[in-house]
């Protein structure tokens, strides 16, 4: 029986061509934007699930209770040590730190001067709590012995190309000189985790004196349970705080955050080492888009196969009179649907596997093919195969098989009023489920280009940053600034900690003569950072240009922000002392306007450049050059380095292209969204297309009728072609209110932000008419030209 059916649904589909290859394309589309979907959710869903006890092992996070409250990836260094020694479920901790508070490290192997982008000082358990493989040499106990340090596999051939790395002398930033003691295996791509060097963080000051108050170190622990009561553990955290802290000094609380979560679920958070976060309103985001796209290919199955009803009406009607029962039809009309949606699922996986390298660009992964050959896919496709059938034929197979015989002969039956209904209301929802897609990518462009174009207070073009981490001392740093202000393209040189952007250290500042503080950038800086940056000073002077050794006095530049928080005018604070951890010497010298030094999905903080050179490191040398930078000007800039600094690798970036870095997550999302709106337009359109043919194919005698009797061209296209436009009206009522809800909940995600006008509404209703009309124009024009004779010499 089966077997006949197969047949019988082969000899529909060959018969019906134009009906058949828009529902197998159609639905092809829309498969193979779920898989490419589901492969990039299940990736994302798949960070640190190859570790063994992932289920055991916790970040500690660190929220602040100032004004202002945010929730930091780092701790104290002091926590660490006391995880294992206050809490009885903790089996191990660890602490781990990024090169120069995160930062790059220079390397000097041999010869050669490298970069390394992922140079950590750890605890040894970090590398036991996560049983990183050691492949040669000695493993985590290496680090217990100072000037250590162990490579990753890639790392060691980069370094060392085939030569054996063990026992091969490193030098790091010009400073430390340690000794290759093992070889790691390399950390899978899909692991928060991700070293390719490592030393003993014993070696660190933080480490043999620990404190409460510098948060730079993010620390692991490991708990002797997979199911802990994290209550109780996290009950002992603030014990552990009131223990160490006096009560008036506890400016911040503790919690635990599940290694599973971290990669999803840390895009709030700020202050990590770890790098490539994901996001779960991202993932929630694609999930809706997968479904939707989904249903507007199903939608149109169903929508063809209402508008083909009449003709499958008598079908059901001469089949059982025949005989059959609605069992029978059921079963037949559900194998007609799942040989279509096979062959189409068939046809979407050679799409998705040409589409791949496109989205991962778009996505900056590396989705590999043979991830859609693995049994998590497989079982996917199978419960798509059988979704997709059971809601695509669920008309056909569960409406048409209930007629009579009687009922289904019957010409005027009210059963094609009923199809025209459900037609109707399937155009409905695929336009309603479309408009909402355009705009969605019409906001996140509108809210991208105001980003892009929104007065930062500062700026960020011509600047560049070139870091002296590997510089060795003040006079070196001193004789590069000389030597860069006498190059023709440059207009201003300053050495700082950094710069917008930039992690520079957090401190706290408190309200004059008040335990009340908040969080505050404090930026180690010289006199010219104002030029440089373009900051608009307020009120009182650019930080003094001359220090004297042993001079205790601290002259701060506070922004506005910071100002208002202690309560006053910019004029009224210059000369105020301030608390800012900076020493107890700190004045206020100057006041600048308030600049976006972070990304602006967070509202402007308090910021302080400083002189105090003993709380600060000057990491880096900002540039401002007069022109567009060229190759040649950048050659000069290294050939300039490299002269002053001959062992340090020229290692520079520019702050505007580190500013554009800031909404990668954004302009991805917008990319995403831009290739499935065009598809699910697509989808929607191929729907559209095959639903006018059948429109004209049905008024075939009335349009020649009409010609007979003199009606345009224009006529009979306006005749075919309103009703669709009707229905695209009404889907504008139901999509404009659901669009609006939904983006005006993602806009809330930045601190500063479009209004969604109406304008954006007026495009996307725009552009779904026009699309509309020409889809259904083609047809409708196609019929109206015909030859009446043809249509009516039946008659």
């Given at each position: 029986m089966i077997k006949n059916y197969i047949k019988i649904?082969?000899?529909?589909?060959?018969?019906?061509?134009?009906?058949?290859?828009?529902?197998?394309?159609?639905?092809?589309?829309?498969?193979?934007?779920?898989?490419?979907?589901?492969?990039?959710?299940?990736?994302?869903?798949?960070?640190?699930?190859?570790?063994?006890?992932?289920?055991?092992?916790?970040?500690?996070?660190l929220h602040t209770?100032?004004?202002?409250?945010?929730?930091?990836?780092?701790?104290?260094?002091?926590?660490?040590?006391?995880?294992?020694?206050?809490?009885?479920?903790?089996?191990?901790?660890?602490?781990?730190?990024?090169?120069?508070?995160?930062?790059?490290?220079?390397?000097?192997?041999?010869?050669?001067?490298?970069?390394?982008?992922?140079?950590?000082?750890?605890?040894?358990?970090?590398?036991?709590?996560?049983?990183?493989?050691?492949?040669?040499?000695?493993?985590?106990?290496?680090?217990?012995?100072?000037?250590?340090?162990?490579?990753?596999?890639?790392?060691?051939?980069?370094?060392?190309?085939?030569?054996?790395?063990?026992?091969?002398?490193?030098?790091?930033?010009?400073?430390?000189?340690?000794?290759?003691?093992?070889?790691?295996?390399?950390?899978?791509?899909n692991s928060s985790l991700n070293f390719n060097a490592v030393v003993p963080f014993m070696m660190r000051n933080e480490?043999?004196?620990?404190?409460?108050?510098?948060?730079?170190?993010?620390?692991?622990?490991?708990?002797?349970?997979?199911?802990?009561?994290?209550?109780?553990?996290?009950?002992k955290l603030q014990h552990i705080i009131d223990v160490n802290i006096e009560k008036e000094n506890q400016w911040y609380t503790f919690s635990l955050q599940p290694l599973q979560r971290i990669h999803l679920y840390s895009s709030a958070y700020t202050d990590s080492y770890l790098e490539n976060y994901g996001d779960i309103s991202q993932i929630k985001n694609l999930t809706i888009l997968g479904v939707i796209i989904l249903i507007i290919a199903c939608i149109n199955y169903m929508n063809l196969i209402t508008a083909r009803s009449q003709k499958k009406a008598k079908d059901v009607g001469v089949n059982k009179t025949l005989g059959a029962s609605t069992k029978q039809l059921i079963l037949r009309f559900y194998v007609e649907t799942g040989l279509i949606t096979a062959i189409a699922m068939l046809l979407g996986g050679f799409l998705t596997l040409l589409i791949l390298p496109t989205f991962n660009t778009i996505v900056g992964r590396e989705l590999d093919v043979s991830s859609l050959f693995s049994l998590e896919i497989i079982v996917f496709l199978f419960i798509i195969w059988l979704i997709t059938t059971l809601i695509s034929g669920s008309y056909p197979a569960l409406y048409l098989s209930r007629f009579s015989p009687k009922e289904a002969l019957k010409p005027s039956s009210n059963k094609g009023i009923m199809a025209s209904f459900i037609r109707k209301g399937l155009v409905?929802?695929?336009?309603?489920?479309?408009?909402?897609?355009?705009?969605?990518?019409?906001?996140v462009r509108e809210q991208l280009e105001f980003i892009q174009n929104k007065k930062l207070?500062?700026?960020?073009?011509?600047?560049?940053?070139?870091?002296?981490?590997?510089?060795?001392?003040?006079?070196?740093?001193?004789?590069?600034?000389?030597?860069?202000?006498?190059?023709?393209?440059?207009?201003?040189?300053?050495?700082?900690?950094?710069?917008?952007?930039?992690?520079?250290?957090?401190?706290?500042?408190?309200?004059?003569?008040?335990?009340?503080?908040?969080?505050?950038?404090?930026?180690?800086?010289?006199?010219?950072?104002?030029?440089?940056?373009?900051?608009?000073?307020?009120?009182?002077?650019?930080?003094?240009?001359?220090?004297?050794?042993?001079?205790s006095l601290v002259e701060v530049l506070i922004n506005k922000t910071a100002v208002d928080f202690l309560g006053y005018t910019p004029e009224e604070a210059i000369g105020k002392k301030v608390e800012t951890n900076l020493g107890n010497n700190s004045y206020i010298y100057g006041v600048v306007d308030d600049f976006n030094f972070e990304s602006l999905h967070k509202p402007i903080g308090a910021y302080v450049f400083h002189n105090a050179t003993n709380r600060g490191n000057y990491n880096f040398l900002l540039v401002r050059f007069k022109n567009e930078i060229l190759t040649k000007t950048v050659s000069e800039f290294e050939s300039t380095f490299k002269s002053i600094v001959p062992n340090s690798a020229f290692q520079y970036s520019f702050v505007d292209k580190n500013l554009e870095h800031l909404y990668q997550k954004e302009k991805q999302m917008a990319n995403v969204s831009l290739l499935f709106s065009i598809l699910a337009i697509i989808v929607a359109c191929l729907g559209l297309f095959a639903l006018a043919a059948y429109m004209a194919e049905q008024r075939k005698k009335e349009i020649g009728v009409r010609k007979v009797f003199g009606a345009s061209v224009p006529k009979i296209v306006q005749l075919l072609s309103v009703d669709f436009m009707k229905l695209i009206l009404i889907s504008f009522a139901i999509s404009f209110p659901i669009a609006l809800y939904l983006m005006n909940n993602w806009l809330q995600d930045f601190a500063y932000h479009i209004n969604i006008s109406w304008n954006v509404f007026l495009i996307a209703g725009g552009l779904a008419l026009i699309v509309t009309f020409f889809t259904v124009s083609y047809q409708a024009i196609k019929a109206a030209i015909a030859n009446p004779i043809k249509s009516l010499r039946t008659e």
């Open positions: 649904a082969w000899r529909s589909l060959k018969t019906n061509r134009l009906f058949s290859a828009v529902n197998i394309f159609g639905l092809a589309l829309g498969l193979a934007t779920t898989l490419l979907l589901f492969v990039f959710i299940l990736h994302e869903r798949s960070y640190d699930s190859m570790y063994a006890n992932k289920d055991r092992i916790y970040r500690v996070l209770t100032e004004e202002g409250i945010e929730t930091w990836a780092q701790v104290p260094s002091a926590l660490g040590p006391e995880l294992t020694e206050q809490i009885p479920s903790a089996v191990k901790s660890g602490r781990l730190l990024k090169n120069d508070y995160g930062g790059n490290a220079f390397i000097k192997a041999g010869d050669n001067i490298l970069v390394e982008h992922k140079l950590f000082w750890i605890d040894p358990s970090i590398l036991d709590m996560f049983d990183i493989k050691t492949l040669s040499g000695i493993g985590a106990e290496a680090l217990n012995t100072p000037n250590s340090i162990l490579l990753s596999k890639s790392t060691a051939k980069r370094y060392f190309g085939t030569e054996n790395p063990l026992g091969k002398t490193l030098t790091v930033d010009n400073r430390n000189t340690f000794e290759v003691k093992g070889i790691f295996e390399d950390f899978p791509e480490a043999k004196n620990p404190s409460w108050g510098n948060a730079s170190f993010e620390t692991f622990v490991m708990l002797n349970s997979d199911t802990p009561n994290l209550n109780d553990v996290e009950k409905v929802v695929q336009f309603s489920a479309s408009v909402v897609l355009i705009v969605a990518v019409l906001v207070g500062f700026n960020p073009e011509h600047v560049m940053a070139i870091s002296t981490t590997a510089v060795p001392d003040f006079a070196t740093k001193n004789a590069l600034v000389d030597a860069f202000k006498k190059l023709p393209n440059v207009s201003l040189v300053s050495k700082a900690q950094g710069y917008p952007t930039a992690s520079v250290s957090l401190n706290s500042l408190y309200k004059p003569n008040s335990d009340v503080g908040m969080s505050v950038n404090t930026n180690l800086a010289e006199r010219n950072i104002v030029d440089i940056l373009q900051l608009k000073l307020l009120a009182g002077q650019r930080l003094p240009r001359y220090k004297q050794d042993g001079d």
